[in-house]
């Protein structure tokens, strides 16, 4: 295997390409044998920057969520092309006059009160890398979404819909359709995650105070639903191992000596090639479970009881623990407390460091760690760093620690807006693809700070792995809210219609501030495309251009297509001046923060550079003048098009600036963090790449007011 290795392996900046081209195509390398892709909250938690160096390719190689991460990032996508889901709204320019539909492409029930959770994910198990599979189909795509309450009779706790799409058939089937769904005796309030085949899940649920994993084999059906959840056999944990589907088991977490603890913090992550998996508790002990999926007969799954196992991280102050993740090369699990403290802590013997408190929040933790296996670098989100640097007060701030950090590791430090005596939760954010494909580690991790006041996204640039300082995006609320922020996810779609476009997905608590959210929860995308050098760009196509001079952001759009220069045009900071960029024409939209763009007006005087929304586009003034009587009804459909009107002379001119960069979907409560599916190729049915939440409220789903499953549209992702 080294010799067919090293004929593809070459350094830079086409490292993944020849590994991932000559290792597929040959099949010759240690690449898993393709068996679906799982998406659930650990794909968010272990990344994989680009390796730079032989040594770090071998590090990710044999590892199944470098193949599957590639997957997501390289397979061709579709974007749905239905206009329902995050309907167009304006969050970066406050006011727009959209239309807004609460439901998206399907919400469901979860049951009154019912939520995913505000750290916590869905999941999506999909049978092929290329294909979208509907309900008729042998093994048909599915999503998982716990209710976070308390299972019953009459209540699932978990259910999952299989038939997901727009695009599926509907003759036998609704869109979506209960695929099954199970009263596992308790309240599951973290994160499942699947199996390498997908045949099976594992969770943690509470009851009465007591937790216990769950590992569970399911089975489709019909007649389910959340309110009538269906048969499911519980067995003995050494009867799992081949029983009749569909049936689960359960291993209690209890402490060192016994007894029994809880656990509402901390997801169970899997790990594929050695079926182990760890999960934390209340009582701040790490526990560790070997074998999980894959047991046999004989040895049957358990939890591995010898010394040091279970570990409490700290007997002096036991804290409850976050979402672990778990590091092959260093041996360790990173885990952090609500003490706000980070620890490694060894599998083979159990040796425990400690960080420094880096999180001085009143309940620090935000989902946990984000380990760059790559790198072999650890990603903190803090509320609070306890320190007074932003304007007299503690700052939201992220930490990035070295895999092999000491109790005296200084990590480094970026600032995300302002904390306070008692911040929200600072939950995860996400990296861009600029950030993935770069050889230096060069882009940009996206996330919404400011856990003191009004939550803002923060773009904080990275530069060959380090941090530079963070820029304000936009304001999502247009009142003071002071309420957390949702995970922030960011996703390329290379393949869009007009173009590659990628974009920021994250919620609102309330006071949303798009007028598709109503003023309250909502779910929202923004743009965060960057100008690449060298690149074909459609006309429409729009980037996000930051200037440091005035520390703003500007959403350019292309007006003339062609292809970009090897070096960055002169951005003006003046909504409608125009930029040459090789072949390219850019054209200024305007600046991201919150000021007023109102509808079109009667009899006004507009200035050069003021702008509209006239219901579909941003219209930019290019030449000054009063407007007419009428609202024009020949408004230019194209950016660069044109549009005159009024008795001024010269006319007044708009110049279409194209579409907003944002759209958004009233989420009431907000949203669980979102898992997107775009991992399907081309040639596949509409609807097959989208959104997967939950509201953290009651809304109408689709007619009683309860929790819903929701599925959005990508249909911005044009």
């Known amino acids: 295997m080294e010799r067919n290795v090293s004929r593809v392996v070459r350094f830079g900046a086409g490292l993944v390409g020849l590994i991932t081209l000559g290792w597929i ?18 794909h968010r938690h272990v990344i994989f920057s680009q390796p730079a160096t032989s040594e770090e390719a071998w590090r990710v190689a044999g590892d199944v969520r470098y193949w599957q991460q590639w997957h997501r990032q390289h397979v061709p996508r579709v974007v749905s ?32 009160g019912g939520t995913v959770g ?107 639903s959340v309110g009538k959840p269906g048969t499911i056999s519980s067995e003995p944990v050494g009867s799992y191992v081949g029983c009749t589907a569909p049936c689960f088991t359960t291993l209690a977490l209890t402490s060192g000596t016994g007894t029994a603890t809880n656990d509402t913090t901390s997801s169970i992550y899997y790990d594929y090639i050695g079926d182990t998996a760890w999960v934390g508790d209340a009582s ?64 083979s013997n159990g040796t425990v460091v400690a960080s420094g408190q880096v999180d001085h929040g009143v309940v620090p933790g935000g989902g946990g760690p984000i380990l760059d296996r ?17 304007a007299g007060t503690a700052c939201s701030a992220v930490y990035q620690f070295p895999a092999k950090f000491t109790h005296a590791t200084t990590p480094a430090e ?49 530069t060959t792995g380090n941090f530079g300082t963070a820029e304000s995006v936009a304001p999502l609320t247009a009142a003071a809210d002071h309420r957390a922020c949702s995970p922030v996810t960011d996703v390329l779609n290379r393949n869009g219609s007009g173009g590659a476009e990628e974009r920021a997905f994250f919620s609102v608590i309330d006071n949303g501030h798009p007028t598709a959210c109503g003023n309250a929860g909502c779910a929202m995308s923004f743009i965060t495309t960057q100008w690449q050098a060298g690149t074909a760009y459609q006309v429409g196509q729009e980037i996000l251009i930051f200037r440091t001079e005035n520390d703003t952001h500007y959403i350019n759009v ?110 009431t409560g907000g949203t669980s963090g979102i898992i997107i599916d775009n991992i399907v190729s081309t040639t596949t049915l509409a609807g097959a790449s989208e959104l997967y939440f939950s509201t953290l409220g009651n809304e109408a789903c689709p007619t009683t007011s309860t929790g819903c499953a929701v599925q959005a549209s990508q249909a911005a992702l044009k």
């Open 284 to 347: 701040g002990w790490l526990h560790q479970f070997t074998p999980v999926f894959n047991g046999t007969s004989t040895k049957p799954p358990a939890e591995v009881r010898t010394s040091p196992w279970p570990f409490q991280v700290n007997p002096a102050a036991p804290k409850a623990l976050t979402s672990p993740v778990h590091d092959p090369v260093s041996g360790n699990v990173f885990v952090e407390d609500q003490g706000g403290i980070l620890y490694s802590v060894s599998v």
């Open 374 to 390: 790559t790198a072999e670098e650890v990603y903190l989100f803090s509320s609070s760093d306890g320190s007074d640097n932003c």
């Open 25 to 42: 195509l040959t099949g010759q390398a240690a690449k898993p044998a393709p068996e679906g892709l799982p998406t659930d909250w650990t």
């Open 558 to 667: 292309a007006i003339g297509a062609g292809t970009s220069g090897t070096t960055a045009p002169a951005w003006s900071n003046t909504a409608g001046a125009t930029a040459t960029d090789g072949t390219v024409t850019w054209m200024n939209q305007g600046a991201t923060q919150v000021t007023a763009m109102n509808a079109w007006v009667a009899n006004h005087a507009y200035g050069k550079g003021n702008r509209i929304f006239d219901g579909a586009n941003v219209e930019v003034v290019t030449t000054a003048g009063t407007s007419g009587g009428t609202v024009p009804t020949n408004w230019a459909t194209t950016a660069g098009g044109t549009t005159s009107e009024g008795p001024s002379v010269p006319q007044l001119t708009w110049t279409n600036a194209g579409a907003l960069p944002s759209s958004a979907l009233e989420a």
């Open 81 to 112: 092309a239905d206009t329902e889901g995050l309907a167009v709204a304006n969050v970066g320019q406050a006011e727009v006059v959209a239309e807004s539909e609460m439901q998206g492409l399907w919400s469901e029930t979860l049951g009154a």
């Open 118 to 224: 505000a750290d916590n994910f869905p999941a999506k198990y999909s049978f092929s890398t290329s294909t979208a599979n509907c309900a008729n189909a042998t093994t048909p795509d599915f999503a998982v979404f716990s209710t976070g309450l308390a299972g019953s009779g009459t209540q699932a706790s978990i259910i999952a819909y299989d038939n997901l799409y727009s695009g599926c058939p509907t003759t036998t089937v609704p869109v979506p359709s209960v695929y099954w769904a199970y009263n596992t005796g308790g309240q599951i309030l973290t994160s499942p995650v699947f199996s390498r085949s997908g045949s099976q899940v594992a969770f943690v649920q509470t009851n009465a105070g007591a937790a216990s994993l769950v590992l569970l084999t399911w089975a489709g059906s019909t007649g389910e």
């Open 414 to 462: 970026v600032t995300v807006g302002t904390s306070s005596a008692t911040p929200n939760s600072l939950y995860d954010g996400s990296f861009d693809s600029e950030f993935y494909s770069s050889p230096t580690r060069t882009g940009n991790l996206y996330v919404c700070g400011d856990t003191g006041v009004n939550p803002i996204l923060y773009r904080v640039p990275m």
